[in-house]
């Protein structure tokens, strides 16, 4: 089952912030985010693991709360390079879906000057 | 350079007719995925591999087959079972080891049938 990320949408002027939603229904190893720009692969932002482990890049931050399996990407004073589509992708634990990397739906982010 | 390569980068198909998509990594990863994009449904999972000569279904397998012989290559056949098969492919690996490595994805193949 997809994870479910919200908004779809934003629109933002550059400086401005952001924030960036994914939950699951089910318990969850790792979440994954990802920006695509139109015509583009996606390219790795950030993974976070259960446990507290992050990896990623300096200027994205990201929060996951293993509990309520939310994880949340925050971008910062926003540049015009950060416009693209924003994939949340999660990993469930164990069993006959190891490795099973599932993504959200996604949210365009706009940011004019 | 270590990456990602999918062939063909455009291809049109006419209805009834299989096609296979081309995914071959030199990154010397182990696991590695199709994914399926189609316009405001972000990416759907339709196969996985974790390591070679084992494979596992995603959420929209129907209608699609692949094959991991080589640890390389992972290639996507579209059957003519597939009911709506147009839409933008990408292949992606990553290090499976622990499930904590990113994902590293190829350019895609738009497929358009006729």
């Known amino acids: 089952q997809q994870p479910v990320q919200s908004p779809q949408a934003v629109i933002l002027r550059e400086g401005e912030d952001a924030v960036i939603n994914c939950s699951s229904s089910?318990?969850?190893?790792?979440v994954h985010w990802y920006r695509q720009k139109h015509g583009e692969a996606p390219v790795f932002l950030m993974i976070l693991l259960k446990g507290g482990e992050q990896k990623g890049h300096d200027k994205i931050s990201a929060s996951f709360n293993e509990k309520k399996q939310q994880s949340s990407l925050y971008l910062t004073a926003s540049q015009l390079s950060y416009s693209g589509t924003y994939f949340c992708?999660?990993?469930?634990?164990?069993?006959?879906?190891?490795?099973?990397?599932?993504f959200g739906q996604g949210t365009i982010l706009t940011v004019h000057p | 350079d270590g990456g990602i390569t999918q062939s063909p980068k455009y291809l049109f198909r006419k209805e009834g007719q299989n096609v296979t998509l081309s995914c071959e990594q030199n990154?010397?990863?182990?696991?590695m995925y199709w994914y399926r994009q189609d316009p405001g449904q972000g990416l759907r999972l339709i196969y996985y591999s974790q390591i070679v000569n084992d494979f596992q279904k995603g959420d929209i397998a129907e209608g699609y087959s692949v094959s991991r012989e080589k640890k390389e290559s992972f290639p996507l056949t579209v059957t003519s079972a597939q009911k709506n098969p147009t839409a933008f492919y990408l292949c992606?690996?990553?290090?499976?080891?622990?499930?904590?490595?990113?994902?590293?994805f190829g350019e895609g193949s738009r497929l358009t049938v006729l």
């Open positions: 089910k318990a969850l190893y790792s």
């Open positions: 992708g999660t990993i469930t634990p164990g069993g006959t879906s190891y490795g099973k990397l599932t």
């Open positions: 990154l010397n990863h182990d696991a």
């Open positions: 992606a690996s990553r290090d499976g080891q622990g499930n904590t490595g990113e994902l590293f």
